[in-house]
């Protein structure tokens, strides 16, 4: 006998993402029973994460993880003595997997500067200008054709942290870039399931099965790395990224180098699900949204140290003036005599404290499901 979720996905022949992986129709993915309240801290992901709100202990936590990371990593030192002495302090990763080359032309487009200011000339963001010239890579967030894809290279993406991958489609024969997993390697095969279980494989389970869909060889394709799921087909506390928040649309969520969420739990009946980010906050995604399994390549990007001031200033960031460097009138730290912001609690220039929460009442997260402070 053919399993009832099978049948419902292979009736429906207009396979639209919204609704040929509906959540009923695949029962085994879900194996969280549907309830109506909100989730209590059911993952040691988030245990770990947030046990407090401690900037100490935060801070404790983060240093041991560095050291962790460094001494898997492999540095290259750029210290030369007095031959150049603004590099003696800059480290940087090694990536041998990353090529070498300039990136394929048609898949970027030119990087205009707008020094931190909007259409009317005004600066909205402080700290920019100057910089490399720089092209920006159209990397695919939607990850809507269906089919194997080889990857060709990985990259490096001046406008992000984490890497990026080429790939080619095997039929089509079209280039894309994506955001590239951690352990991606050239050659590997991607895929999106966005649209619906891949025509090759229902033919193939129609000559060795009778018609009927083998649960195992279906989890062994879908569930790889790489591979673009909605979240309705994605088992329970698996790692994911390039998570979207409106069904259909992009990755939004959980792009940046060594990033990573974690999916923990499902409520078919009110079409969610919590997902747990690297924060500790947990939150409401819907569940035919998508997202990509694995977690986000170059985590060894927050080893870099770039050394000297010129650095910065090579990647688009100008200096900024301390708070209590400037006039009484210019910044709530400034005036007074010698270097002191008065007995006043750290604030920025526009008088918005410090670790002080500005989501509040209306503006609260309503999807949010735990804070990371909690």
């Not at 894309?176 to 033919?203: H, K, M, N, T, W």
């Amino acid at each position: 006998m053919m399993l009832p979720w099978a049948k419902k996905c292979l009736a429906d022949q207009a396979r639209v993402f919204s609704k040929s992986l509906a959540v009923q129709g695949f029962v085994r993915f879900n194996s969280t029973p549907a309830t109506t309240s909100a989730p209590k801290s059911t993952s040691s992901f988030a245990d770990d994460q947030i046990d407090d709100f401690d900037l100490e202990a935060a801070h404790a936590r983060y240093k041991q993880q560095r050291e962790l990371l460094a001494k898997r990593a492999v540095m290259k030192s750029f210290d030369r003595g007095h031959l150049l002495p603004g590099s003696t302090h800059r480290r940087m990763p090694v990536h041998e997997h990353l090529h070498k080359g300039k990136p394929v032309r048609e898949l970027t487009v030119h990087k205009k500067k707008t020094a931190g200011r909007n259409s009317t000339g005004k600066i909205t963001v402080r700290g920019r200008g100057g910089g490399h010239k720089q092209r920006v890579r159209l990397v695919d967030s939607y990850r809507m054709t269906s089919g194997k894809q080889k990857v060709i290279r990985i990259e490096y993406d001046p406008n992000r942290s984490a890497h990026i991958a080429l790939i080619e489609h095997e039929e089509t024969k079209n280039l894309s870039y994506i955001l590239a997993p951690q352990g991606l390697r050239s050659g590997d095969f991607v895929e999106s399931f966005r649209e619906g279980i891949p025509e090759d494989f229902i033919e193939d389970m129609k000559k060795t099965n009778n018609g009927e869909i083998d649960d195992a060889l279906l989890s062994a394709r879908i569930l790889k790395r790489g591979n673009c799921l909605p979240l309705n087909m994605i088992p329970i506390g698996s790692i994911i990224h390039n998570i979207g928040l409106r069904p259909g649309g992009r990755g939004q969520l959980v792009k940046a180098a060594g990033t990573f969420a974690k999916l923990v739990s499902k409520f078919p009946e009110q079409k969610k699900v919590v997902i747990a980010l690297a924060s500790g906050e947990q939150r409401y995604v819907h569940i035919d949204c998508h997202a990509t399994l694995g977690t986000v390549s170059n985590q060894e990007h927050k080893l870099i140290s770039w050394g000297k001031a010129g650095k910065s200033r090579h990647r688009g960031f100008r200096p900024q003036t301390r708070g209590v460097a400037m006039n009484a009138n210019d910044h709530p730290h400034g005036g007074g005599r010698g270097k002191s912001k008065s007995n006043k609690t750290p604030r920025s220039m526009w008088g918005t404290l410090k670790f002080a929460k500005t989501r509040k009442g209306k503006k609260e997260n309503k999807y949010k499901v735990k804070d990371r402070r909690d």
